[in-house]
């Protein structure tokens, strides 16, 4: 069987949920960095790869895919140990939430709004939009406590003791969120949030995926 080949950007969270997976499961694969906020965008024949022009995307033996979501289960599904989703079916049914939550109301308060804004506008030579960070406060509060009520109450991770695509999906996110002040406040008044971040940035699928932005 070859190698998957991911394309993305190393500083990208989607990337990098992707890569903890294919970490997780000890796949060797290769990264083909693609840049897609770069100047001049991304290579035109990404466009064949993903049409809405955005990271990651996948290649394996012919098959290609983008999306995260469908990337991480098929990793899963065809790499089978160990497995990366819980076997009840309400756990199971708990992480595919939880991943959802992630994306809709998680990544744009979190990620492009109060990291971005505090941690990385001086990077681009401006100050950071306290509007911005101010407005999307209330957004990042719901998030956290919907995830500290979903958490598992006794487990390390977010579906119970065993990692899984939930918390590959959210880790890279909460990375990036955790290095604001505002992020790390939010994080330490939240118990099972903050034993389940604790576990998970010390897991060497973490350390192998750093992101150069970290």
């Known amino acids: 069987m070859t190698e998957p080949i991911l394309f993305g950007a190393s500083y990208s969270v ?3 949920a992707a890569r903890l997976a294919l970490e997780e499961k000890r796949v060797p694969y290769r990264l083909v960095e693609v840049d897609i906020f770069a100047p001049e965008g991304p290579p035109p024949d990404y466009l064949q790869r993903h049409p809405f022009k955005r990271i990651p995307a996948l290649e ?24 990366l989703m819980p076997a009840a079916p309400c756990a199971r049914a708990r992480a595919n939430q939880i991943m959802s939550i ?9 990620v492009r709004d109060i990291f971005v804004e505090r941690v990385r ?24 406590c919907a995830l500290e ?3 598992d109450a006794e487990g390390s991770y977010l579906t119970g003791s065993e990692v899984s ?37 010390g897991r060497p699928s973490m350390m192998a995926t750093r992101s150069p932005l970290e």
């Open 14 to 16: 989607y990337v990098r």
């Open 102 to 110: 992630i994306d809709n109301y998680g990544y744009v308060p979190l």
């Open 165 to 201: 695509l939930a918390d590959l999906h959210a880790a890279p996110m909460f990375a990036y969120f955790s290095m604001a002040k505002e992020g790390a406040a939010l994080l330490s008044a939240r118990p099972r949030i903050t034993r389940w971040w604790q576990a998970m940035r």
């Open 121 to 144: 506008s001086s990077a681009h030579g401006r100050s950071a939009d306290e509007a911005k960070i101010a407005a999307a406060m209330p957004l990042a509060e719901t998030c956290l």
């Open 60 to 83: 394996h033996e012919g098959f290609r895919l983008y999306e995260t979501g469908a990337i991480t289960r098929y990793i899963d599904e065809l790499f089978p140990e160990p497995p």
């Open 149 to 151: 009520e979903l958490a």
